[in-house]
């Protein structure tokens, strides 16, 4: 989701317009396939026995033995088993799927970029036959790599390397054909990333309203309703192509907002909320540490902040990134942990991510939520029928 990491996991551009293929009709008879069992493992049950007592600890537990299904509020964030599984490939799709999540996220940029000196490589920099060569690696890097060889490694301790065994790579054709060919209705979020700064676009004349439309246009030509797409981007203007352009996949939209990771931004990227709404925009997506803050009578309890209240006022929905991305909770003040830093000072153990999950999905509301370990996210959306948003109620 963020924007700086990452870069060899970048998925290729498919630049072939053809004509569109016939829309297929959604599977919505196929939401709990029979043959298919979604499986959680073990870690809900590791979080859920950490927490403090509490009646939503009592609710979580009351759901130990419940049947889970797919649900569209489990988005799988680079696939959805990036904790341990490397990312944007085939095999995090398949897990973050087999672990509930109905809606499965890849990355897009454009095939043609140029690559500075240091480690960022771009899809541009080969063909789509070369790339398809690449392994994926785990999420993480070696700070004090002194070649590429050594940069390459560095995954955190809380990820693992069992699984980091050339992970496939894939295109977005690829990912909407893995998608769909998924038991089970599922859904995409695609993220157009915005090209590095050492990338200017128009690069050779490829403009980035074109990207933006090209990225639409596949899905397009693959006869995938609009109504399954959630594509996403943190550049506005992408978002208002969309919306201009293609208004049913423009309605769903998600408007990614990283404007307040300077704090001194809060205020303003609060404020404009009523505009974003009167322009059309109906989600806006911030990482969660702008949705929580400390409050309550004794000032030690999670509470919704006044982004996300000014977000609800609004009358827009909220999706939000990205859960099981931050290791251990007892590290998450002391290593200045980004997904927690608004709430750091009372945080210390690991049952608290259901607290923090339960103000984000009860008290706020948000329709659905990204996680790097879907099962996570799927065994609370199972637990309290969070079903995710409704794709087509936006248009
Ligand atoms: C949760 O884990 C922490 C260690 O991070 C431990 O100190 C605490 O006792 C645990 N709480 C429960 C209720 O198991
Ligand atoms: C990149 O663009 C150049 C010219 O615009 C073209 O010759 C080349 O084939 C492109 N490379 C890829 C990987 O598409
Ligand atoms: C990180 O890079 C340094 C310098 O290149 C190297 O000495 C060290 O072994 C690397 N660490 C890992 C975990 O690869
Ligand atoms: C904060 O706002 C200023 C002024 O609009 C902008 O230049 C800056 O990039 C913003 N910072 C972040 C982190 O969005
Ligand atoms: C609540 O606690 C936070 C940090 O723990 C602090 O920044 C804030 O000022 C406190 N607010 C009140 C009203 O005491």
């Given at each position: 989701?963020?924007?700086?990491?990452?870069?060899?996991?970048?998925?290729?551009?498919?630049?072939?317009?053809?004509?569109?293929?016939?829309?297929?009709k959604?599977?919505w008879?196929?939401?709990?396939?029979?043959?298919?069992?979604?499986?959680?493992?073990v870690?809900?049950?590791?979080?859920?026995?950490?927490?403090?007592?509490?009646?939503?600890?009592?609710?979580?537990?009351?759901?130990?033995?419940?049947p889970?299904?797919?649900?569209?509020?489990s988005?799988?964030?680079?696939?959805?088993?990036?904790?341990?599984?490397?990312?944007?490939t085939?095999?995090?799709?398949?897990a973050?799927a087999?672990?509930?999540?109905?809606?499965?996220?890849?990355?897009?940029?454009?095939?043609?970029?140029?690559?500075p000196?240091?480690?960022?490589?771009?899809t541009?920099?080969i063909?789509?036959?070369?790339?398809?060569t690449?392994?994926?690696?785990?999420?993480?890097?070696?700070?004090?790599?002194?070649?590429?060889?050594?940069?390459?490694?560095?995954?955190p301790?809380?990820?693992t390397?069992?699984?980091?065994?050339?992970?496939?790579?894939?295109?977005l054709?690829?990912?909407?054909?893995?998608?769909?060919?998924?038991?089970?209705?599922?859904?995409?979020?695609?993220?157009?990333?915005?090209?590095?700064?050492?990338?200017?676009?128009p690069?050779?004349?490829?403009?980035?309203?074109?990207?933006?439309?090209?990225?639409?246009?596949?899905?397009?030509?693959?006869?995938?309703?609009?109504?399954?797409?959630?594509?996403?981007?943190?550049?506005?203007?992408?978002?208002?192509?969309?919306?201009?352009?293609f208004?049913?996949?423009?309605?769903?939209?998600v408007?990614?907002?990283?404007?307040?990771d300077?704090?001194s931004?809060?205020?303003?990227?609060?404020?404009?909320?009523?505009?974003?709404?009167?322009?059309?925009?109906?989600i806006?997506?911030?990482?969660?540490?702008?949705?929580?803050?400390?409050?309550?009578?004794?000032?030690?309890?999670?509470?919704?902040?006044?982004?996300?209240?000014?977000?609800k006022?609004a009358?827009?929905?909220?999706?939000?990134?990205?859960?099981?991305?931050?290791?251990?909770?007892?590290?998450?003040?002391a290593?200045?942990?980004?997904?927690?830093?608004?709430?750091?000072?009372?945080?210390?153990?690991?049952?608290?991510?259901f607290?923090?999950?339960?103000?984000?999905?009860?008290?706020?509301?948000?329709?659905?939520?990204?996680?790097?370990?879907?099962?996570t996210?799927?065994?609370?959306?199972n637990?309290?029928?969070?079903?995710?948003?409704?794709?087509?109620?936006?248009?």
């Amino acid at each position: 989701m963020r924007t700086s990491t990452s870069a060899l996991a970048l998925v290729a551009l498919a630049a072939n317009l053809a004509a569109a293929a016939p829309v297929k009709k959604p599977r919505w008879n196929e939401w709990v396939p029979e043959d298919y069992l979604v499986s959680l493992g073990v870690r809900p049950y590791y979080l859920i026995q950490n927490m403090t007592d509490s009646p939503l600890k009592q609710q979580l537990e009351a759901c130990y033995n419940k049947p889970v299904s797919i649900t569209g509020w489990s988005i799988g964030h680079r696939g959805g088993g990036t904790l341990q599984i490397p990312e944007e490939t085939t095999q995090s799709t398949q897990a973050g799927a087999r672990m509930g999540a109905g809606v499965l996220e890849t990355p897009f940029t454009p095939a043609n970029a140029t690559a500075p000196a240091n480690a960022l490589c771009c899809t541009a920099d080969i063909t789509i036959a070369e790339y398809g060569t690449l392994c994926s690696k785990m999420d993480g890097f070696n700070k004090s790599a002194t070649n590429v060889k050594d940069y390459q490694h560095g995954t955190p301790s809380f990820r693992t390397d069992l699984y980091n065994t050339c992970g496939q790579v894939m295109t977005l054709e690829s990912y909407i054909d893995l998608v769909d060919s998924l038991p089970g209705y599922r859904n995409y979020t695609p993220e157009l990333k915005t090209p590095p700064k050492a990338v200017p676009m128009p690069f050779n004349g490829y403009t980035q309203m074109q990207y933006a439309r090209d990225m639409i246009n596949t899905f397009i030509r693959k006869g995938i309703a609009p109504e399954r797409v959630w594509a996403q981007s943190f550049n506005p203007a992408d978002i208002y192509l969309w919306l201009n352009e293609f208004p049913e996949f423009g309605a769903q939209a998600v408007y990614l907002d990283e404007d307040a990771d300077d704090a001194s931004n809060f205020t303003a990227a609060v404020a404009k909320m009523p505009g974003l709404k009167a322009a059309g925009v109906n989600i806006i997506a911030p990482p969660y540490n702008y949705l929580l803050a400390i409050g309550g009578p004794n000032n030690d309890s999670i509470v919704p902040s006044a982004y996300a209240m000014a977000a609800k006022d609004a009358g827009l929905d909220i999706i939000s990134w990205s859960f099981e991305r931050s290791g251990p909770l007892d590290n998450v003040l002391a290593d200045d942990d980004y997904y927690w830093e608004s709430i750091a000072p009372i945080i210390s153990y690991d049952g608290q991510a259901f607290e923090a999950l339960d103000v984000l999905g009860r008290q706020i509301g948000i329709v659905g939520m990204f996680a790097d370990w879907s099962a996570t996210v799927s065994y609370y959306a199972n637990c309290f029928d969070l079903k995710g948003p409704i794709g087509g109620s936006y248009y």
